[in-house]
Each structure stands twice: as C-alpha cells, then as structure tokens.
C-alpha cells in the first residue's frame, strides 16, 4: 500500500466562487457534464427525491428530471460519457451495512423506462455493518473512462485511512468488487473526474484535490501530481469542465472554479 508526499500546488491555481445554486439544490453531491457542454447535472445528497437537475454555471435551473420508479437511497456522485449516458452512483454507505449499492445508467434524452442498472458488493466485506475501525466499504466518488466506471472508497474508520480503487464494467450486471490499487491519503474521499483529455484525474476531500497523472490509460495512484489545498466547506462534487478546469460544489450551494494559472 502506498503513501505519497504530494508537491504542493496552490500557488499554481486561481480559486473563484461563480455561483449560487438553485434554492431546490439543497445539498449538491454530485455534478456531470450536460451534452449542451453548457451546463452540468447535479442531485441531492441521500434521503432527498430522486432527481437531477440541470444548471448554467452562472447558477440558473434549467431542466429538473424526475424518477418516479427510483429512491435515492443515498446518490453520492454521478459520472457521464461521450455517448451521452449518465451514471448515477447510489453507494453512499456510512453505516457500511448496505446490501442493495447500485448505479443507474440513464441516456439524457431517453425515457424512465429505458433506465438500467448495476448492483455491486464489496468482495472483502465479511460483516453489515463493518466495525468502525474498517469501515471503509463506502464509495461517494467514480468517474467514467472507456467503459469503466473507476470507484474510490470513502473511509472513515480508524487510521491510517486508505483509499481503495475499484474498476466496474459501465454496463448493467451484478458485480463483486476488489480493490485494484490502494494510496494512505488519510482523508475521506467525497469526489472524483478524470479530465477531457484522459491524461489527469482528481479526487477531492474536505479541504484537499489530490492530482494523479495518467499513462498509457492506466488508471491507479502510480504518478501523483500534487495537491491543492481548498477549504470551502463540506464539498461533495467535482467536474472537469471543457476548458480542464475544474468545478466544485459544497452543500451550501455554492459553485467554485478552479484555474491553472
């Protein structure tokens, strides 16, 4: 299991606040690329009605999509591809006793009916719930890349804390999962995206985006970038705009963006 010392890259960066949200997104928690590349997609943290809505980045609701045959259990974060898929990830599971974790794959211009799913479960969970120190069999953060849907653990037991990677096929099945790679970051993972160029991804915590770099297409912890410290509240949600930089929310409703200089 690895641990990096990441160069520190806040100097690089220009942080501005660009948006209120609308008032019905009470607890922003995930956000998505909308096809018009215009405006995004976000939803409500758990327990909230299942659906999405679609805001400009100066903070106006344009489109509201609802689910009548869905719960929002606990929609943590969503994910898009190029075909114009959306992956909404119900996989909050703070309490690790969860037996019913799924992602629900809708097109943006499709009906309800043609929704499908992917259920999954954790392949080393022995007990529901886990024991306080080892839960980490909690996921709010994956992204979409070239048919696989790349999941990061949320771990909130006792530290060391590690984050676990996990890859899924983004197709509707029922999978059993395996960490595929694993990095002590200490930190409890809320968000991820991989950016329009497949070369960097981000994860994004409370107060931190770590930056890993990717080689050949392989995803994994191998080629940390840097961390950016970013202290704005319970932030949940991150996005690679088109530009490549990057858009976060927090639960207070508000939009930032992060630039490279």
Same mark, same amino acid.
């Given at each position: 299991?690895? *641990?990096y010392?990441?160069?520190k =890259?806040?100097?690089n960066?220009t942080?501005? %606040?660009?948006?209120?949200?609308?008032l019905?997104?009470?607890?922003s928690?995930?956000?998505?690329l909308?096809a018009d590349q215009? #405006?995004v997609?976000t939803?409500?943290?758990g327990?909230?009605?299942?659906? &999405?809505? *679609? =805001?400009t980045?100066e903070?106006?609701?344009e489109?509201?999509r609802?689910?009548s045959n869905?719960?929002?259990?606990?929609?943590?974060?969503?994910?898009?591809?190029r075909?114009?898929r959306?992956?909404i990830?119900d996989?909050?599971n703070n309490?690790?006793n969860?037996?019913?974790?799924?992602?629900?794959? =809708?097109?943006e211009d499709a #009906?309800? %009916?043609?929704?499908?799913?992917i259920?999954f479960?954790?392949?080393?969970?022995?007990e529901y719930?886990?024991s306080? %120190?080892k839960?980490?069999?909690d996921?709010e953060?994956?992204?979409?890349h070239q048919?696989?849907?790349?999941?990061?653990?949320k771990n909130?037991?006792s530290k060391p804390r590690?984050t676990?990677l996990?890859k899924?096929?983004?197709?509707?099945?029922?999978y059993?999962?395996y960490?595929s790679?694993s990095? *002590?970051l200490?930190?409890t993972?809320?968000?991820?995206d991989i950016?329009?160029?497949?070369?960097?991804?981000?994860?994004?915590s409370?107060g931190k985006?770590f930056?890993?770099?990717?080689y050949?297409?392989?995803?994994?912890f191998?080629?940390?970038?840097g961390?950016?410290?970013f202290y704005k509240?319970?932030t949940?949600?991150?996005?690679?705009s088109k530009?490549?930089n990057? &858009?976060i929310?927090?639960e %207070?409703?508000?939009m930032f963006? =992060?630039? #490279?200089?």
């Amino acid at each position: 299991m690895k *641990r990096y010392d990441f160069d520190k =890259v806040r100097s690089n960066y220009t942080i501005d %606040k660009i948006a209120k949200l609308p008032l019905q997104i009470t607890e922003s928690s995930g956000l998505a690329l909308a096809a018009d590349q215009k #405006s995004v997609w976000t939803h409500n943290d758990g327990g909230s009605p299942p659906e &999405l809505f *679609r =805001v400009t980045l100066e903070g106006d609701l344009e489109e509201i999509r609802r689910f009548s045959n869905l719960k929002n259990h606990d929609w943590e974060e969503l994910a898009q591809d190029r075909a114009g898929r959306l992956f909404i990830g119900d996989f909050g599971n703070n309490q690790n006793n969860r037996r019913d974790l799924a992602i629900y794959i =809708v097109k943006e211009d499709a #009906s309800e %009916k043609e929704l499908e799913t992917i259920t999954f479960r954790y392949g080393l969970q022995t007990e529901y719930p886990e024991s306080r %120190k080892k839960r980490h069999f909690d996921c709010e953060a994956f992204f979409y890349h070239q048919d696989t849907l790349y999941l990061f653990s949320k771990n909130t037991g006792s530290k060391p804390r590690y984050t676990y990677l996990y890859k899924i096929p983004a197709r509707a099945g029922d999978y059993t999962l395996y960490p595929s790679d694993s990095i *002590r970051l200490n930190e409890t993972i809320t968000a991820a995206d991989i950016a329009p160029n497949g070369k960097q991804f981000a994860l994004l915590s409370y107060g931190k985006i770590f930056l890993f770099d990717i080689y050949h297409d392989n995803i994994s912890f191998s080629l940390p970038a840097g961390c950016l410290r970013f202290y704005k509240g319970q932030t949940e949600a991150i996005l690679y705009s088109k530009e490549g930089n990057l &858009l976060i929310t927090n639960e %207070k409703g508000k939009m930032f963006r =992060v630039s #490279s200089k």
